[in-house]
């Protein structure tokens, strides 16, 4: 069965190191989003990609870098972490068709110490 | 995300109905979503409407859209304790980018 699996699942670091979230989708859906989840704020958008060699920013980004070199990976990098950043990262995918539903990861849980 | 709003909590006695609600900003999205969170789990799409729909209906879920008031809301029919979780309205902000409210934890009483 096609999939989206984000690894690691959790994660604890330490602040000012960099950390790689992956995330991967056996769907071949050409539209990749990575959202963070905190209480309060729902779902943020981090960074997207509409396929091979595009990225965007969402409204969330500072901080974050993403890159898309083949249709089914879209790791998010986290530069140099800080305790902000402490959340839940979940990584979802659509196809190009009209009613624009995401595919959801697992989720990835981050602790920035 | 800041453009789609709904309450937090939701308690509910089971077999009752539960009624969640959301409004959102965007007068051109085309498609509204509920989303379903269950624990240490990712969102699972539970249904969707178009905006020229005033109303849905998918077994137990009715989902009821004013666009005047950009008013949607989820009524889940006979709530079992397994409806339990965090449901999330979303709308269609163009691109295929989605944007969603903060999410409604929904408990189940005995």
């Known amino acids: 069965d096609a999939e989206i699996t984000q690894s690691p699942r959790h994660k604890i670091t330490e602040t000012g190191r960099q950390v790689t979230l992956a995330c991967h989708q056996t769907w071949n859906h050409n539209n990749m989003f990575w959202y963070r989840q905190d209480l309060g704020h729902g779902l943020r958008l981090i960074h997207y990609?509409?396929?091979?060699?595009?990225?965007n920013k969402g409204e969330v980004s500072d901080g974050y870098s993403v890159s898309r070199s083949n249709t089914e990976d879209l790791p998010l990098t986290l530069e140099s972490a800080a305790s902000s950043q402490t959340s839940v990262y979940f990584c979802?995918?659509?196809?190009?068709?009209?009613?624009?539903?995401?595919?959801f990861g697992e989720g990835s849980r981050l602790t920035v110490l | 995300g800041e453009d789609v709003e709904q309450s937090l909590f939701l308690s509910v006695r089971e077999g009752d109905s539960s009624v969640i609600n959301c409004t959102y900003t965007?007068?051109?999205?085309?498609?509204l979503y509920w989303y379903k969170q269950e624990p240490g789990a990712g969102l699972q799409l539970l249904t969707y409407i178009f905006s020229n729909m005033d109303m849905k209906q998918d077994q137990r879920l009715t989902v009821l859209l004013n666009k005047k008031d950009k008013h949607l809301s989820l009524r889940i029919a006979d709530t079992q304790t397994g409806d339990s979780a965090i449901y999330f309205c979303a709308e269609n902000s163009g691109d295929y980018k989605l944007s969603f409210g903060a999410g409604t934890t929904v408990t189940v009483r005995a």
């Open positions: 990609s509409y396929g091979v060699q595009d990225t």
């Open positions: 965007d007068s051109s999205s085309t498609y």
């Open positions: 979802a995918s659509s196809e190009v068709k009209a009613t624009g539903e995401l595919f």
